[in-house]
């Protein structure tokens, strides 16, 4: 198994709501990461989980919670989103194995918050 | 700080034609240097990386780039476009003590049959 897989793909919320997004991926790599991409315009880190932890948070706002229960699972929590937080998220993964680590891409989860 | 340059927001190019895509960097020493092709609504694939050695790099789909140290470029190139190759490129670059991959603004390729 050589992808990343993201569930939803599409996800409509409100603002008051909480949702999930997840990632997998079963290639045994141990650092996992989210991305926001806005419409025509580059991806932009926010979560990097090493081993399990989080290792770096880019100041992003406390209505998004990253969770990684284990080494193949990256989930996203949702909550109290705003409208501007539509966006496709992106979720890759890395071997950790020294050097760079090349990182691998899902396909996306499209949100949109009414 | 470390950055990325694509110049052209969007290119647009006759299928079968030559193409090249732009890309320049600012980094003090020699970095990891990625191009990645995102079709609508898609994830990002990979689609070449430079990380040392031999600057002229061979990808996937046909696709090229030669790095040159002295203009700090990384630029991307494709003897003949397909329909198929219309898609959204970006630039990357990650340097030698983290992974954080920084991205240019991307350039949009549009071609015509």
């Known amino acids: 198994d050589t992808e990343v897989t993201q569930t939803p793909k599409h996800l409509v919320m409100g603002m008051t709501n909480k949702k999930s997004l997840k990632c997998e991926q079963h290639?045994?790599?141990?650092?996992m990461y989210w991305y926001k991409q806005k419409a025509k315009k580059p991806p932009e880190l926010m979560f990097v989980y090493s081993y399990e932890k989080l290792s770096i948070n880019e100041s992003v706002p406390s209505r998004f919670s990253p969770e990684c229960p284990n080494s193949s699972l990256l989930n996203l929590h949702l909550h109290a989103l705003q409208p501007e937080d539509s966006a496709l998220y992106l979720c890759?993964?890395?071997?950790?194995?020294?050097?760079?680590?090349?990182?691998?891409f899902g396909p996306g989860t499209r949100l949109t918050v009414l | 700080a470390q950055s990325v340059t694509q110049p052209d927001i969007h290119i647009t190019v006759s299928e079968g034609a030559s193409l090249e895509l732009r890309c320049n960097y600012s980094?003090?020493?020699?970095?990891?240097l990625f191009w990645y092709v995102q079709s609508p609504g898609q994830g990002l694939q990979l689609l070449l990386k430079?990380?040392?050695?031999?600057?002229l790099v061979q990808g996937i789909k046909g696709f090229e780039a030669e790095f040159k140290r002295s203009q700090s470029s990384f630029n991307l190139r494709k003897p003949s476009v397909h329909w198929s190759d219309a898609a959204e490129y970006f630039c990357?670059?990650?340097?030698?003590?983290?992974?954080?991959?920084?991205f240019g603004t991307g350039t949009r390729l549009q071609v015509f049959p």
């Open positions: 990357a670059v990650a340097t030698r003590n983290t992974d954080k991959l920084i």
């Open positions: 430079y990380f040392s050695g031999d600057t």
């Open positions: 890759a993964s890395a071997r950790l194995a020294g050097g760079y680590n090349e990182q691998f």
């Open positions: 290639m045994g790599h141990r650092a």
């Open positions: 980094y003090g020493a020699t970095p990891y």
